[in-house]
């Protein structure tokens, strides 16, 4: 059955890359699985032992400055609009997880139209995993009890896929595991047992010559105590945003065969950052097998922006004990701010900035394409906490304004949403701009009408974004789908916490508001076909990071700043909080 959706990260792989696993076996499963047909995980003697593990940093961990604004006592008015908003968040929350205990319990996915569910990350309740910590921080402890019920029946030994995403294994499974352990203190032991027998599981992914991870892991193979090979086609976001949970799994287990599996993947990365055609920078594919990073384009964007992400939140969790990732971020940031970001040319002169792709291949001097993608909206946030981190307090200018970049691409269509993929007019300069109608002519022009010999330009331009629907300063939206995404909300969440501006949480309640209005459905939520259209479709499609990290971000915002503070927790790249070291005992 062709999916009804497509993930952004499949948009531009390259040939040879392996498609990703949530179109390959994302399907309607109206019945349980008959379990005696399937083959079962059996564990064998490592092909590739490591002799020697690479060991956790035993030194004591170093200051890190505080990240989190000192926030004053609020009016009794001022709380009690905060509570109120969040009161309809939770509401929303509560109504997407009844409808996916009542029709998908036990399985990945709600399809939140239909009904029905889906599997798309093996079969392992992946909505009931991602959320269990978004249960404990709204306070349904009720709903938590039933899940922790629940993780008994789920068997990570079996599985109908015949590929396990490593990747999206680890964040959304291991990850949610971890974070509802740390978040509840420890007090419910079978978190961490599960999240020991999944990884244990998902650590024989790493079991070839190099000790790179085979991403798209050929299981069955294992199982059956064959050899498996990396991919010369390996997504960097794959590669480089398994550390987190597997650090954290080695602090909690003291077992140091996590750590090192990660910790082989940095310190090969941090060889090649400045080796690659952008030094600083790592590009969107790397050959996993022979160790090659010659893909000629680069991102911060899909299939690239964890492994940036987790550059500053990997040094909060190690407590500042090695100064590696402070180095590779320093160098990430150089590059970033040289080649890859540029300010959008706006009717209204807002000062924003964007971060564009980069194809090395295409001209000798390096011009980000501007191009901007939800997935990117992260960014700004992760910038925000490498500046606070870091010590880097000219950056967080910058933080803000990727992060207003994506209110503006919210607050610039129709219904108040942004989309998927668009394509802007950048300003020539970054100190002014000053919009230029002609300009945004013809850019539109240059971008849907190559090739056009039209006398009267300026009429095919407006033709082109009428029919297009395209807004002041935006040239193309390539994809018009809103895919109940979390990374806007999740940087104007970090800013909040960051700068105390109570501007964000209006800009958050005006993007929750419109993102319910168009979601919403009998059962759940659903995504939407097009942000352009007032009226759009919605999408049988909701993602387990509805309920893991997007409602649990507009719920935060709306909270007392110390429920999941950042200078306690770290959160990875699907919203789970682990305790940083400062705050264990």
């Not at 009794?76 to 905060?82: P, S, V």
């Not at 629907?469 to 193309?476: N, R, Y």
């Not at 699907?574 to 305790?579: G, L, N, R, S, Y």
């Amino acid at each position: 059955m062709t999916p009804l959706y497509k993930r952004a990260v499949d948009l531009s792989l390259p040939p040879g890359a392996e498609p990703p696993l949530t179109n390959a076996s994302a399907e309607y499963l109206p019945h349980p699985p008959q379990s005696e047909n399937r083959m079962r995980w059996t564990k064998h003697a490592e092909k590739h032992p490591v002799s020697s593990f690479i060991p956790l940093p035993t030194s004591a961990p170093s200051p890190i400055p505080r990240i989190q604004h000192d926030f004053p006592s609020e009016s009794w008015l001022g709380r009690r609009k905060r509570v109120n908003r969040q009161k309809v968040v939770k509401e929303a929350f509560e109504h997407a997880w009844k409808g996916y205990k009542t029709h998908a319990w036990l399985r990945d996915e709600l399809s939140p139209l239909s009904a029905r569910h889906r599997n798309t990350f093996a079969g392992w309740a992946a909505t009931l995993v991602d959320a269990l910590d978004s249960l404990v921080i709204m306070g349904m402890e009720d709903e938590f009890q039933d899940a922790l019920h629940a993780l008994e029946k789920i068997d990570f030994t079996m599985t109908d896929a015949t590929q396990i995403n490593v990747f999206e294994t680890i964040i959304r499974y291991v990850g949610g595991l971890l974070g509802a352990y740390d978040l509840t203190d420890g007090r419910y032991p079978i978190l961490l047992k599960k999240a020991v027998e999944l990884a244990d599981m998902i650590y024989a992914a790493f079991d070839t010559k190099n000790r790179m991870p085979q991403s798209r892991w050929q299981w069955t193979r294992s199982a059956q105590g064959l050899a498996i090979q990396p991919s010369r086609n390996t997504i960097l976001a794959e590669l480089g945003s398994l550390n987190l949970e597997f650090t954290r799994l080695s602090q909690l287990t003291k077992d140091p065969k996590y750590y090192d599996a990660v910790q082989r993947i940095m310190n090969l990365l941090e060889d090649a950052q400045n080796r690659t055609k952008i030094p600083g920078l790592w590009p969107m594919m790397v050959n996993a097998i022979d160790l090659e990073f010659t893909d000629p384009r680069f991102t911060i964007g899909g299939m690239a922006d964890s492994t940036y992400e987790y550059l500053p939140k990997e040094h909060m969790l190690l407590g500042a004990q090695t100064n590696q990732f402070q180095k590779m971020y320093a160098a990430s940031m150089d590059s970033i701010k040289k080649y890859l970001l540029f300010r959008p040319m706006t009717k209204d002169g807002q000062d924003i900035l964007f971060a564009g792709n980069v194809h090395t291949s295409v001209s000798t001097k390096i011009h980000p394409e501007p191009q901007w993608e939800h997935l990117k909206c992260f960014f700004g946030g992760t910038v925000g906490i490498g500046a606070k981190v870091f010590d880097r307090p000219e950056e967080l200018s910058i933080a803000r304004k990727l992060t207003d970049g994506c209110i503006w691409a919210y607050d610039v269509m129709p219904t108040g949403i942004m989309p998927e993929t668009l394509q802007v007019s950048p300003c020539q300069s970054m100190e002014s701009c000053e919009w230029d109608e002609q300009q945004w002519y013809q850019d539109v022009r240059r971008r849907l009408a190559r090739g056009s010999k039209a006398d009267d330009t300026v009429k095919e331009a407006k033709a082109i974004i009428k029919e297009k629907g395209l807004q002041p300063g935006v040239t193309e939206v390539s994809d018009g789908r809103y895919l109940l995404r979390p990374e806007a909300i999740e940087s104007v969440f970090i800013m909040y916490r960051i700068t105390g501006d109570k501007k964000l949480q209006d800009d958050a309640w005006r993007m929750f508001q419109n993102i319910e209005k168009m979601t919403r459905t009998k059962y759940a939520h659903a995504a939407i076909d097009d942000v352009r259209n007032a009226h759009s479709a919605q999408l049988d499609y909701m993602e387990s990071f509805w309920l893991a990290e997007t409602l649990k971000y507009f719920y935060l915002i709306f909270s007392e700043p110390d429920l999941v503070s950042l200078d306690e927790y770290v959160l990875n790249t699907e919203a789970h909080p682990f305790k940083r070291p400062s705050t264990r005992t």
